[in-house]
């Protein structure tokens, strides 16, 4: 990062948000137009076969347990109260 000085300030100052940006969009815009792009999807080799396999499993469990959590709360939120309840007396 290159630091410009300005003399009126007396300080430095830091590239502007806008160009930070326009670096970063170009980034990205060039990684695309490699000839062998990288796939999450699509492995080649047996290691990442392997790690392709971990991580559907992984993702399973975790949309399993977020999809638990999801019913047990909406259950919770919609759970009717038993006739003759009242909140006052504790």
Do not use: H, K
Not at 33 to 48: K, M
Not at 62 to 73: C, I, Q
């Amino acid at each position: 990062m290159v630091l410009d000085r300005d003399p009126r300030r007396g300080r430095t100052e830091r590239p502007s948000r806008a160009r930070a940006v326009v670096a970063l969009l170009s980034i990205l815009l060039l990684a695309g137009c490699a000839e062998s792009s990288a796939s999450l999807l699509d492995a080649r080799g047996p290691a990442a076969a392997r790690i392709n396999t971990l991580w559907w499993i992984m993702f399973g469990v975790g949309a399993a347990v977020y999809l638990a959590v999801m019913g047990y709360l909406l259950a919770a939120l919609f759970q009717r109260r038993p006739a003759g309840f009242d909140e006052t007396e504790q």
